[in-house]
């Protein structure tokens, strides 16, 4: 078996922002265990990152590597065990949770399956509308994301994966975020449904100059969005830099494995 020799560590690389301006996101040594039947799983092991505005940061990891937990760290939705996370140089984590009221939009997220988010009285309209900060209406949000007024009526069970996953971005966009954190995203989907999703959240990037921190076990999925990569494994962050240099010139051993295994 391939041996990885020891991670670096996982420093923050300057990632290429405007010089001056304090990183969008920005992690440091955030670290987060589990108690589980014998023992404690270091699931996020001293995880430092920064993302830029106007950025997307891909991570990629194998399943159980610790992205969506690290992503619930980010999110503010679970408390680190060590670390600090900013936004904009302000604090965001760890903050009581009545300290984040009023900002919490400023994140958005998105998941694999948007259904356990929905709630399942309300229709597609609703969900948007509910999330709506600014002058944006529900019709003009689901052309943004490609979904005719006519589905506004409708409960997201009735819709297909794609198109679920449509209104979890337009009530994403609905709350105005300076970052949007895609977890697998597109990883429920069909390879032809992935591809539709992928260049909706593209275009999304270039026209709304959204920043985004875009999560998947799926390295091809990565390198069509990132513009810097992250590769994640056992908690721990392996390495980082500019998607392009990473993709060409990996660091470790086990980034050149994940690029071999991709398809
Ligand atoms: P990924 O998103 O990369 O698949 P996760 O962050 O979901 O990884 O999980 C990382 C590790 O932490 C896994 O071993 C998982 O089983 C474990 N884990 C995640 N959440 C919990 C939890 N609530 N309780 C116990 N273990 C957990
Ligand atoms: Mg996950």
């Given at each position: 078996?391939r041996?990885?020799?020891?991670p670096?560590?996982?420093t923050?690389i300057?990632?290429?922002?405007?010089?001056g301006?304090?990183p969008l996101?920005?992690?440091r040594?955030?670290?987060k265990?589990?108690?589980?039947?014998?023992g404690?799983?270091?699931?996020v092991d001293?995880?430092?990152?920064?993302?830029?505005?106007g950025?997307?940061l891909?991570?990629v990891?194998?399943?159980?590597?610790?992205k969506?937990?690290?992503?619930r760290?980010?999110?503010?939705?679970a408390?680190?065990?060590?670390?600090?996370v900013?936004?904009?140089?302000?604090p965001?984590?760890?903050l009581?949770e009545?300290?984040?009221r009023?900002?919490?939009?400023?994140i958005?997220a998105i998941?694999?399956d948007s259904?356990g988010?929905f709630?399942p009285?309300w229709?597609?309209?609703?969900?948007?509308q509910?999330?709506?900060?600014?002058?944006?209406?529900?019709?003009?949000?689901l052309?943004?994301?490609?979904l005719a007024?006519?589905?506004?009526?409708?409960?997201?069970?009735t819709?297909s994966?794609?198109?679920?996953?449509r209104v979890?971005?337009?009530?994403?966009?609905a709350?105005?975020p300076e970052l949007?954190?895609c977890?697998?995203?597109?990883?429920?989907l069909d390879?032809?449904?992935?591809a539709q999703?992928l260049e909706?959240?593209?275009?999304?990037q270039?026209?709304r100059?959204l920043?985004?921190l875009?999560?998947?076990?799926?390295?091809?999925?990565i390198?069509?969005l990132?513009?810097r990569?992250?590769?994640?494994?056992g908690g721990?962050i392996?390495?980082q830099g500019?998607?392009?240099?990473?993709?060409?010139d990996?660091?470790?051993?086990?980034?050149e494995q994940?690029?071999?295994?991709?398809?």
């Amino acid at each position: 078996p391939r041996s990885a020799p020891r991670p670096a560590p996982a420093t923050a690389i300057p990632a290429g922002g405007q010089s001056g301006a304090p990183p969008l996101l920005q992690a440091r040594g955030l670290s987060k265990a589990f108690r589980v039947p014998g023992g404690r799983l270091q699931a996020v092991d001293d995880v430092s990152l920064e993302l830029h505005a106007g950025q997307t940061l891909g991570l990629v990891g194998e399943s159980g590597s610790g992205k969506s937990t690290l992503a619930r760290l980010l999110l503010g939705l679970a408390t680190a065990d060590a670390g600090t996370v900013t936004l904009d140089g302000e604090p965001w984590s760890p903050l009581p949770e009545k300290a984040r009221r009023g900002r919490r939009h400023r994140i958005g997220a998105i998941y694999q399956d948007s259904l356990g988010s929905f709630d399942p009285r309300w229709s597609v309209g609703r969900i948007v509308q509910d999330a709506i900060r600014g002058p944006e209406t529900v019709t003009s949000l689901l052309g943004q994301v490609g979904l005719a007024p006519e589905l506004a009526p409708r409960n997201p069970l009735t819709l297909s994966g794609g198109q679920r996953q449509r209104v979890s971005i337009a009530r994403a966009l609905a709350a105005e975020p300076e970052l949007l954190i895609c977890d697998e995203p597109v990883s429920a989907l069909d390879v032809t449904v992935q591809a539709q999703i992928l260049e909706l959240l593209a275009r999304l990037q270039r026209e709304r100059g959204l920043s985004m921190l875009f999560i998947s076990h799926d390295l091809a999925v990565i390198r069509q969005l990132s513009d810097r990569v992250a590769v994640m494994r056992g908690g721990r962050i392996l390495e980082q830099g500019a998607a392009e240099s990473l993709f060409t010139d990996p660091q470790h051993e086990y980034t050149e494995q994940l690029l071999a295994d991709a398809p």
